[in-house]
């Protein structure tokens, strides 16, 4: 990693260092100013204040450095071999994930690989932003949970799957919107963002139980008791599945590389213990409960399909920590006594120590 600074694939490792504390500090500053506006609202200053973040976040998203996150050099050479619309016009240029290929070779045609990819993320981080500012009363709390829960994943990590969250996020804005159509056709074509989006038509499935709160919660807590049982779909029950795309995570399955890891990892424990507790305490205005009961479908989903795909780890993380982001719309429309914001506080700032610093998002 401490190879010539020309070479765009790699940043100094003091480098590496300043954005990780930058980011600390970025995200320590969130939380106090959530904080401050939770407990004496000022919509005016709090929308300026969390645009003013979330811009941050998007130019970061934009400009920083290729190396910084852990995936980025496999991203790299993945976009070497796009071919830009102004050097050929194909539209498919992969196996899957055709919509990021697509938009990589659009960008590619006025940048360099490399950027092309941080600018396409950018503009996802962008509208994800939007549609939080535009679904969520508390923005700032939203958004300090956000960059834990999604960002550094998706946006920063994962950046092909970003995209297809993104597509799920605008889906998620038209179903609120009553737009059933648009909202829709988005969910159903989410597969060609990203593999992970085949499942987002489970949406409008499981929003016909999320409109029971009582049955929902029933439901994931047995979903997550036949986790630890092991009352699951087995290896070979799923080995149909196994596709193209996906064959790398069964054959690691093969190998053994999931035999120690936990069947549901404590992270994703505390946030249904977080979902059930806010569902519990939290009552939405007749206006609020579609987009409520949409935020509690995506993770009835989210859970299922970790229940469903349990013997292959890898998958089952995956699935819910995509499912599960719209999370960010319940925190951040959060009412009744002030503990919620403490602990959805607390929420975010675990689960960003999770990833900042236990699972190394940020190389350093």
């Not at 899957?96 to 990589?104: I, S, T």
């Not at 159509?181 to 074509?189: K, N, V």
Request: aromatic share 16%; proline share 3%; net charge neutral.
């Amino acid at each position: 990693m401490s190879q010539a600074q020309s070479n765009p694939s790699y940043i100094e490792i003091g480098l590496i260092g300043e954005y990780s504390l930058g980011g600390l500090c970025f995200f320590s500053a969130l939380v106090i100013f959530s904080l401050i506006f939770y407990h004496k609202p000022n919509t005016k200053i709090e929308s300026q204040l969390y645009w003013f973040f979330a811009l941050i976040l998007v130019i970061f998203s934009a400009i920083r450095p290729i190396g910084l996150s852990r995936d980025d050099l496999h991203y790299l050479e993945i976009s070497k071999n796009i071919c830009s619309i102004v050097e050929c016009i194909q539209l498919i240029q992969g196996s899957r994930d055709w919509g990021w290929y697509l938009f990589v070779a659009l960008l590619k045609s006025a940048m360099p690989a490399e950027r092309a990819i941080l600018v396409l993320s950018g503009i996802c981080t962008f509208i994800q932003l939007l549609i939080i500012d535009r679904l969520c009363r508390h923005k700032l709390l939203a958004l300090t949970l956000f960059i834990p829960l999604s960002y550094l994943y998706y946006d920063f990590t994962l950046l092909r799957a970003g995209l297809a969250l993104t597509v799920f996020f605008m889906a998620f804005y038209f179903l609120v919107r009553s737009k059933q159509f648009l909202g829709s056709t988005l969910l159903l074509s989410n597969y060609f963002f990203h593999s992970q989006g085949i499942f987002s038509i489970g949406l409008i499935l499981f929003n016909q139980i999320s409109r029971y709160k009582y049955i929902g919660i029933i439901v994931i807590t047995l979903l997550v008791i036949f986790i630890y049982l092991e009352w699951t779909p087995s290896f070979e029950q799923l080995l149909p599945l196994s596709k193209n795309e996906s064959a790398p995570y069964w054959d690691q399955y093969r190998q053994g590389l999931f035999d120690n890891q936990i069947n549901f990892p404590l992270a994703h424990l505390l946030i249904i213990g977080y979902v059930i507790f806010i569902l519990l305490i939290n009552d939405s205005t007749t206006e609020e409960k579609n987009r409520d009961q949409l935020a509690f479908a995506s993770i009835l989903l989210a859970i299922f399909l970790a229940w469903f795909f349990a013997p292959i780890h890898a998958i089952q993380t995956r699935l819910f920590d995509f499912y599960a982001a719209p999370l960010v719309f319940l925190a951040g429309n959060l009412r009744g006594p002030r503990i919620t914001q403490g602990i959805t506080l607390l929420i975010a700032i675990l689960l960003y120590i999770r990833m900042e610093f236990l699972h190394n998002w940020i190389i350093g």
